[in-house]
Nanobody, 119 residues
Framework: QVQLVESGGGLVQAGGPLRLSCAAS????????MGWFRQAPGKERDIVAA????????VYEDSVKGRFTISRDSAKNTVYLQMNSLKPEDTAVYYCAVISLWPRGVSVWGHGTQVTVSS
């Protein structure tokens, strides 16, 4: 069973950048599609971005298009979420996930990392 560990969350001012990382255990990382999801207080967890196993296909939630970029480094078993021009409404717990059914079907969740954007 693959395990996921997120890092890089924190407090940032509106307009600033932040990069999240998700390190995966296991030797089959390069075969997985991966995604980032987020959950704000009182809201459901929803997809932010996803990337397929080869990195050739990505999807983004509408509100983050042009601001967030998902990428992966299979040599490091790591997936990243570069977040630019952050807004207070981006405040949430961000979760890394293994996607078994493209693009929202998750089979493994990370524990999450808090991102707080101050105005």
């Amino acid at each position: 069973q693959v395990q996921l560990v997120e890092s890089g969350g924190g407090l940032v001012q509106a307009g600033g950048p932040l990069r999240l990382s998700c390190a995966a255990s296991g030797r089959t990382f390069s075969t997985y599609s991966m995604g980032w999801f987020r959950q704000a207080p009182g809201k459901e967890r929803d997809i932010v971005a996803a990337i397929n196993w080869s990195g050739s296909n990505t999807v983004y939630e509408d509100s983050v298009k042009g601001r967030f970029t998902i990428s992966r480094d299979s040599a490091k078993n790591t997936v990243y979420l570069q977040m630019n021009s952050l807004k207070p409404e981006d405040t949430a717990v961000y979760y890394c996930a293994v996607i078994s059914l493209w693009p929202r079907g998750v089979s493994v969740w990370g524990h999450g990392t808090q991102v707080t954007v101050s105005s």
